[in-house]
């Protein structure tokens, strides 16, 4: 399957995807076919082009408004042949009508075992609430914000003495493992999105 992926940072995400998808043994069924970002000269373009894969940066401030921005990077991943489109630190809301277009091979990571913790600053809410797992979770999108159908998620244990620097790079680890297993299950037809949007196993 084509992989578009979808960034605005640091891309720790995007680089587990191309280690895990030009990896033999890995078998993910994917490839990464395009990088886009809403910001330029970010740390995830530099990956994507030291990996040999096409980059575009499409600023969300040269648009009217979101729906026009989101019409642009539709355009660049149809123009690239990109069956499924992977949000990876894309820190950008998607309009309905993107969603629409592309519910069922649009997902997304989320740094908080959902449905706890939706929205930003996922890590620190974790340690506010005083619980004592958290994890990541890969997802159907939803227009609803990291609502949707889930398909893999990792659990890390929260210690005594973290902060929210250490439960950032703990749940960054196994947002590692968690995205390719996700992008897996899907390039390869072992998980879909039903018609009700709940998650159909096949
Ligand atoms: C990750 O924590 C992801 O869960 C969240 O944004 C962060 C992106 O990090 N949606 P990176 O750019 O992949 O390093």
Redesign the pocket.
């Known amino acids: 399957k084509r992989v578009g992926v979808l ?9 587990a995807l191309i280690d895990a998808v030009r990896d033999p043994t890995q078998h993910v069924g994917a490839e990464i076919v395009l990088v886009v970002s809403n910001v330029a000269n970010v740390e ?1 373009l530099r990956r994507a082009e030291r990996a040999g894969i096409a980059t575009k940066v499409i600023n969300h401030k040269n648009f009217g408004s979101r729906v026009e921005f989101d019409m642009a990077v539709n355009q660049e991943l149809i123009s690239a042949g990109v069956e499924i489109v992977c ?4 820190m950008r809301i998607l309009s309905v009508d993107f969603v629409e277009k592309w519910r069922g091979r649009l997902i ?4 908080a075992l959902l449905p706890l913790f939706k929205g930003t600053h ?1 890590q620190r809410q974790a340690l506010e609430a005083g619980v004592r797992v958290s994890g ?1 979770t890969v997802h159907f999108v939803e227009p609803d914000i990291d609502a949707g159908a889930i398909i893999v998620q990792e659990t890390v244990p929260i210690e005594i003495y973290d902060t929210e620097e250490t439960l ?1 790079e703990r ?2 680890t196994a ?1 590692h493992k968690a995205y390719p297993a996700a992008l897996k299950l899907l390039a390869t037809g072992k998980v879909r999105l039903g018609s009700d949007k709940k998650i159909f196993w096949c």
Do not use: V
Request: hydrophobic share 40%.
């Open positions: 960034i605005s940072g640091s891309g720790t995400n995007l680089q995830g949000l990876a630190g894309f997304n990571i989320h740094p996922a990541c950032i749940i960054k947002e």
